[in-house]
């Protein structure tokens, strides 16, 4: 965590005092990004992730400088999982108020004729049945507090899709539709329902996408398409998070909202 990334913000400052988010993927990148960011914001923070040693060391980062958090290893596929990090929340801090889906998986370009029936599984399960079942777990304890937010991570893939990346794409406009499904669903419960589309974005993730050819090519590739000039980082999107996860964003439902350096337009 850099220097900054663990600095209190100041007490008038802080957008979500009282509350506790559950992240996924929070163990790396923009998940972790979230989870010290929300942290910083007075957050109680669920730290979930496949890589349950990760999800640890982030939790212990938030907790030595003052922060609440906790961490649980959560394969997102898996609904006793998705149950068990809401009811994590509720048991530990005492309520959910947010719930940030932002675990998922990448591809390589790969031509539709070479992707195998078992990667193109694995990345609907992970990207949008986790989704989904994050969303079923959280949701009755929402309306039972009477509101909440959920968010998640889809891509600009999924409103700007590239080439080769036909899977991943394919799960990440699934998610967008999902997101504005639900907003309508849930809008009577008070429960706000958005999504985050991020452009290409320097993590660890990033490399995955351009696969086994030259790294510094497929950035130069990714990093051509964006008209601001640079690639996201984890805490472009971490910040875009964390307004629409705070009452500022009181009136925001259904939102695909890009972090995207223009990339979209
Ligand atoms: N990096 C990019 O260029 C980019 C761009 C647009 C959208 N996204 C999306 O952003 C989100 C975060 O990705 P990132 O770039 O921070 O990647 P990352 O690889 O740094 O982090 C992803 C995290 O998700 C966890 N994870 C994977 N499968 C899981 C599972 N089944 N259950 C629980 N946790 C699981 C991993 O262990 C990892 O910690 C993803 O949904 C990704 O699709 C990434």
Redesign the pocket.
């Known amino acids: 965590m850099s220097a900054e990334g663990t600095q209190p913000a100041g007490e008038a400052m802080l957008r979500l005092a009282g509350k506790t988010a559950v992240i996924?993927?929070?163990?790396?990148?923009?998940?972790?990004a979230g989870a010290e960011l929300f942290a910083r914001h007075g957050a109680a923070v669920v730290v979930?992730?496949?890589?349950g040693e990760?999800a640890e060391r982030v939790a212990e980062a938030i907790r030595e400088v003052g922060g609440r958090a906790t961490a649980v290893r959560?394969?997102?596929?898996r609904e006793e999982?998705a149950r068990l990090m809401v009811e994590t929340a509720v048991r530990e801090f005492g309520r959910i108020d947010v719930l940030f889906n932002?675990?998922?998986?990448?591809m390589p370009f790969t031509p539709v004729e070479e992707v195998r029936l078992e990667d193109w599984q694995r990345i609907m399960?992970?990207?949008v049945k986790?989704v989904f079942l994050g969303c079923r777990a959280a949701v009755p304890h929402m309306k039972r507090q009477g509101g909440g937010v959920i968010l998640s991570?889809?891509?600009?893939?999924g409103i700007r899709p590239r080439p080769g990346l036909n899977a991943?794409c394919a799960s990440?406009g699934a998610v967008i539709a999902l997101t504005k499904s639900l907003a309508l669903e849930l809008a009577p419960w008070k429960i706000r329902v958005n999504c985050i589309?991020?452009?290409?974005?320097?993590?660890?993730?990033?490399n995955?996408?351009i696969g086994g050819g030259d790294l510094e090519e497929g950035r130069r590739r990714?990093l051509e398409t964006v008209p601001l000039g640079r690639?996201?980082q984890?805490e472009d999107?971490a910040r875009a998070a964390l307004f629409l996860a705070s009452d500022e964003a009181d009136l925001i439902t259904g939102v695909a909202l890009e972090v995207d350096g223009g990339r979209c337009v």
Not at 24 to 32: E, H, I, K
Not at 48 to 51: E, G, I, K, R, S
Not at 74 to 77: H, K, L, Q, Y
Request: no cysteine; hydrophobic share 40%; net charge negative.
């Open positions: 996924t993927g929070a163990a790396s990148g923009m998940g972790r979930a992730d496949l890589d990760g959560v394969d997102v596929t999982d932002n675990a998922g998986i990448p399960d992970v990207n986790g991570t889809a891509s600009t893939a991943y990440k589309n991020p452009v290409a974005t320097d993590t660890p993730m990033l995955q996408f990714f690639l996201a984890p999107i």
